[in-house]
Structures are given as C-alpha cells and as structure tokens.
T-cell receptor, first 106, second 117 residues
Framework: GQNIDQPTEMTATEGAIVQINCTYQ??????LFWYQQHAGEAPTFLSY????GLEEKGRFSSFLSRSKGYSYLLLKELQMKDSASYLC???????FGKGTRLSVIA | GAVVSQHPSWVICKSGTSVKIECRSL??????MFWYRQFPKQSLMLMAT?????????EQGVEKDKFLINHASLTLSTLTVTSAHPEDSSFYIC?????????????FGPGTRLTVL
C-alpha cells in the first residue's frame, strides 16, 4: 500500500515562489510523479524524479529524497493560472492522495 | 506527446441503465490502462488496472460485476457501468501507460462526466 501526505491548501501571491511538500510511504519505488489538476479537468503531468536531487523544468522544479520518503514541487514566478490542485504519487499505478489545492492571489 | 482520448465526454442516463465509456491511446500502445473515479472536491480514486488480453485487477471496495472492464487491444479499454444508480454519478478518468517509455509515465484522458438521474 501507499501513504501520501501533502498540505491540504496553500495560498501564495502572484509572482512569488511556493514549495509544496509531499511525504510518502510505499512498498516498492519506481519514481515520484507530480501532476497538476484544474477543477473539472484530468490531471496533467508536471515532473518525474527517480533519483535523489532536483529536476528543473522551466518554472517548475521537483526534488526527491528517497531515504526520507520526501519530495517537493517548487513553483516560481507564480501566475494566476497556476491555481490548481497539485498531486504527488509514487510509482505506477499512480495512487493519489488528496493533493494540495493552491490558490494564487493578486 | 502521447494522447489519450475518452468517449463520451459527458453522459446523462436513467437509473438502471448501463453506460459504456471508451478510452483510447491515440499515438502509442498501452499494455496497461487505469480507471479512476473522482467525486466533487475529492481525490482521484484508482478503481482498477486493466491489462491488454487479461482480466482487470480491481481495487478494494470496487465491485467488478458493476464496473466491467475490457481491454481488448493495445489502444482501447472500455469501462461499463452496469445498472447505474445516482450514486454512480461521478467523473471517470482513464489513464494509459506508454509501453515504449522507460519511466512509466501515465497519460490521462480528458475524463467522462456521468450523471445518473
């Protein structure tokens, strides 16, 4: 089974940086995925980490520490359109927790 | 990038009828597809894993006789909600894993919104 823990809600200001943390416990590990989901839409892929360290992809970066069962998603230069839920999930099949609902305010 | 389609995108049906939802991988082969369900303001819940040519594996608490899954080809999986009731009204999303990609990314379809009257 899997246990995934993320903050339920976060609020940040347009143009700022926000870090969304994720801790997980899983039997077997094959990568940590981050997805974004806007209300009423399907999730879209953001990033994938299989080794420890930071993966950077434009305004989004994701960090992984396998020994600590810990990951974070870093969003820079926040835009209003980044208001969404952010879901982390270890290994396929992807089993998601409740995710973090991010609100970006002006 | 890989594209997954679902049909229909929304459906309204009467209680007691059956509804079939199709999930297709358009530009890749998917040996494994996944079906999720999401109620309003709730998290995505994995219902079942569908492998091409074999029986689906259902998650605990999901009735296999109510949610029939068929994965007849490498590009098509179907979910049939049998004898639907209002409590089955939900957002159903399929996801497919690209067999040719090393890191097992799952691509999601756009979802099907089911309303049972």
């Amino acid at each position: 089974g899997q246990n995934i823990d993320q903050p339920t809600e976060m609020t940040a200001t347009e143009g700022a940086i926000v870090q969304i943390n994720c801790t997980y416990q899983t039997s077997g590990f094959n990568g940590l995925f981050w997805y974004q989901q806007h209300a009423g839409e399907a999730p879209t892929f953001l990033s994938y980490n299989v080794l420890d360290g930071l993966e950077e992809k434009g305004r989004f970066s994701s960090f992984l520490s396998r020994s600590k069962g810990y990951s974070y998603l870093l969003l820079k230069e926040l835009q209003m359109k980044d208001s969404a839920s952010y879901l982390c999930a270890p290994r396929p099949p992807l089993v998601f927790g409740k995710g973090t609902r991010l609100s970006v305010i002006a | 990038g890989a594209v997954v389609s679902q049909h229909p995108s929304w459906v309204i049906c009467k209680s007691g009828t059956s509804v079939k939802i199709e999930c297709r991988s358009l530009d890749f082969q998917a040996t494994t597809m996944f079906w999720y369900r999401q109620f309003p303001k709730q998290s995505l819940m994995l219902m079942a894993t569908s492998n091409e040519g074999s029986k689906a594996t259902y998650e605990q608490g999901v009735e296999k006789d109510k949610f029939l899954i068929n994965h007849a080809s490498l590009t098509l999986s179907t979910l049939t909600v049998t004898s639907a009731h209002p409590e089955d009204s939900s957002f159903y999303i399929c996801s497919a894993r690209d067999a040719g990609v090393g890191y097992n990314e799952q691509f999601f379809g756009p979802g099907t919104r089911l309303t049972v009257l």
